[in-house]
């Protein structure tokens, strides 16, 4: 029988980090994080990723589980979320899923049933320019937005999937699904303000050291404000880039988002916070 479980989507710096750990130190819980750049080892600044002191009262899983020069799948983070929940559940706490991107959070919440995965097409396909990738994905009639048309890693998964379904199933049972929907204004202002926090923390060296490491095709380098600090050495176009990129990135994941009518709206995490303790209240959960 399956356990109440809370996930928390939106926008790049919604507040749904904070959110998350509110409810899980209520009602002891603990958090899985569903995002495609935390799951990279050593970028920790630039993805905003939950600090020390953050993990230190709320246990988080799904963090630093590769490095950024190896490619992560929305299918290998779903069968580690999976087992992440039942590990969860079975010492009688909370699973909160809380994150922005999309395919992972709806990949464990709708049971996604992916396509095994072609070796011999994953090779081929590595091997191909970025020009030929869009070659390849104008040949298949793949449809794409514009980022994800210049960025080689999504081409590539997109030209490895097509004509391969996810089967989906309906939501998980006992399940509530928040998501933070915040006004374009007041997200561009969070956003300018956690990039001068990240910048005051050492982000620049964190982008230089990761770069000597691994180099900037890594596949986690690919992320916005790594990519823009590693092009832009004059800070200020650096964090333009970096906001804007970040804006178009809240535009998109609320494009995902908004096609669900399984989720919760609320405007603030205060409301949100509400509906999570009316949801497990109706449950015994105290």
Same mark, same amino acid.
């Given at each position: 029988?399956? %356990? ?12 749904? $980090? +904070? ?34 002191? =953050?993990? !230190? =009262?709320?246990?988080?899983? #799904? ?39 999309? #395919? ?5 919440? /709708? ?5 095994? =995965? ?7 396909? %590595?091997? &191909? ?8 994905? @104008?040949?298949?009639?793949?449809? &794409? ?7 080689? #890693?999504?081409? +590539? ?14 939501? @998980? ?12 204004? =007041? ?8 990039? $001068? ?16 490491? /691994?180099?900037?095709? +890594? ?10 600090? !590693?092009?832009?050495? !004059? ?11 970040? &804006?178009? #990135? ?8 908004? @096609? ?9 995490? +205060? ?16």
């Amino acid at each position: 029988m399956s %356990k109440p479980i809370i996930a928390i989507v939106g926008p790049t710096a919604s507040g749904k $980090t +904070a959110l998350g750990i509110e409810i899980a130190k209520r009602h002891s819980g603990e958090i899985i994080c569903a995002d495609s750049r935390t799951v990279y080892k050593g970028m920790d600044i630039g993805t905003a990723k939950p600090t020390a002191e =953050e993990r !230190a =009262e709320v246990p988080h899983h #799904l963090l630093d589980v590769v490095t950024p020069d190896q490619v992560f799948t929305a299918s290998e983070f779903q069968n580690l979320a999976r087992d992440a929940i039942s590990d969860i559940e079975s010492r009688g706490k909370l699973a909160i899923i809380v994150g922005g991107t999309g #395919l992972y959070v709806d990949a464990v919440l /709708y049971d996604y049933n992916f396509p095994p =995965e072609n070796q011999k097409l994953r090779a081929e396909v %590595k091997a &191909l320019s970025k020009t030929e990738l869009q070659e390849r994905a @104008r040949e298949l009639e793949i449809e &794409l937005n514009g980022s994800d048309f210049n960025n080689p #890693l999504r081409l +590539a998964r997109a030209i490895e999937t097509v004509g391969q379904p996810k089967g989906k199933s309906a939501l @998980r049972p006992q399940a509530l699904v928040i998501g933070l929907d915040i006004n374009r204004p =007041e997200l561009e202002k969070r956003i300018r303000a956690r990039i $001068t926090q990240m910048l005051k923390a050492g982000f620049m060296a964190e982008v230089n050291e990761l770069l000597a490491k /691994y180099g900037s095709d +890594a596949p986690g380098l690919n992320g916005i404000g790594y990519r823009a600090f !590693a092009k832009e050495q !004059a800070t200020k176009d650096a964090v333009e880039e970096f906001v804007r990129g970040d &804006l178009n #990135l809240a535009k998109r994941q609320m494009t995902w988002f908004k @096609r669900n009518g399984d989720i919760h709206w609320v405007e603030s995490p +205060a409301e949100g916070l509400k509906l999570a303790e009316e949801f497990l209240s109706s449950r015994g959960i105290a």
